[in-house]
């Protein structure tokens, strides 16, 4: 379990055992003089419209079901009695769009729902950490240009970022954008989508200078980097003397002595220790001055309450709170607000 403190000289973080699970129904104490000034008054107008777009949510599956299930037969028996491959493969490609279409359709009203929380309470949620902190849905994240700096980051078709975070802790400027990054694979019957990354992408500034570039790729074995042997040709593969990092990360640097001046002793070991925190892959990024971490994660997690539930937005609140811990833990396990030089 995680503890949050306030002091005056900034945000900090007790660990204790273990990650506490997300509460729905008691708010951190340290939050609660926040959240009923800024975000409870808002409950009950976020109630009724809740209401509303569930009764147009439910509306559009009845509609939806009443008009599909008389097509959906006449195109199955069509389909079963036409001897024309072809013709086949159109009416069932037809019906799946048709499908897709609907479920789309019907979702429209919870998406305006959920977009309208994330637009008017998530702002006020970070307005907590500080002035410096903003929150927005959508991402304006240049990730060409980072994907392009950092080099860690997949090769994807199609990328979707949002719940862009931005602000500054005890002398740190941070970013943190969702991203969930695809790839189309194969071809003709054996063409498909496949996702490469799904997580978290987490920007720091560094108080430490340096020119070069350093990557902490995961360990694939030998095999496996040897497919990703395009580090090896740009940059030397740097040896640490921590079997336990080796075995979880490959390092790779445009300069060896610079890479060992960034991973230090106590780095490696918060950066094993995160990994074992979030129960995550992590790989990061030393360049320009600044630390990317790449945090894969198997769930949303900036994930809202069920539109079928009454409005209480403790949840979503404790959500919020307990991942910006994490963000929170990163900084003081890595000690980026320590200005030190090569």
């Known amino acids: 379990m995680f503890r949050l403190n306030l002091s005056s000289s900034g945000i900090s973080l007790t660990r204790k055992v273990k990650r506490a699970k997300v509460s ?7 939050f609660e003089v926040h959240y009923n000034t800024y975000i409870k008054p808002k409950e009950v107008s976020f109630e009724e419209r809740r209401k509303v777009a569930l009764r147009r949510y439910n509306f559009r599956i009845f509609i939806s079901v009443i008009i599909a299930l008389p097509i959906l037969f006449i195109a199955m028996n069509y389909i079963m009695g036409s001897n024309s491959e072809k013709e086949q493969e159109v009416i069932s490609g037809i019906m799946i769009l048709a499908i897709i279409g609907a479920y789309y359709w019907c979702r429209r009203p ?14 006020e949620i970070f307005k907590f950490f500080g002035k ?21 980051i997949p090769s994807y078709d199609n990328a979707k970022c949002e719940d862009h975070v931005t602000g500054r802790v005890g ?3 941070l970013e943190l954008v969702e991203a969930w990054l695809t790839e189309r694979r194969g071809s003709g019957k054996n063409r498909r989508t496949v996702t ?9 500034s560094m108080n430490k200078d340096f020119s070069g570039k350093t990557l902490v790729k995961k360990d694939w074995g030998k095999i496996g980097n040897f497919f990703v042997g395009k580090f090896s040709r740009k940059y030397s593969n740097v040896k640490l003397e921590d079997p336990e990092f080796e075995k979880q990360f490959e ?20 950066l094993k220790g995160l ?34 539930r009454p409005v209480n937005f403790i949840r979503d609140v404790n959500m919020v709170l307990e991942e910006m811990k994490i963000v929170m833990q990163i900084i ?6 320590q200005r030190t030089g090569l």
């Open 332 to 337: 003081k396990e890595l000690k980026l607000d």
């Open 132 to 152: 410096s902190f903003s929150y927005s849905e959508k991402s304006n994240l240049d990730l060409g240009q980072l994907s392009s700096d950092s080099e860690i």
């Open 275 to 308: 990994s074992d925190l979030l129960a995550a892959s992590i790989q990061a990024s030393f360049f320009d001055n600044k630390l990317m971490i790449m945090v894969n994660a198997k769930k949303n997690l900036f994930e809202l309450s069920s539109i079928r």
């Open 251 to 270: 390092i790779y640097a445009s300069d060896q002595v610079e890479a060992r001046y960034l991973l230090t002793t106590s780095f490696m070991e918060r």
């Open 110 to 123: 919870v998406k305006r729902y959920n977009s309208k929380i994330k637009s008017e309470i998530f702002p």
């Open 196 to 204: 490469v990354f799904k997580g978290l992408f987490i920007l720091f």
């Open 171 to 173: 002398g740190v400027d």
């Open 24 to 30: 729905s129904n008691t708010i951190n104490k340290v």
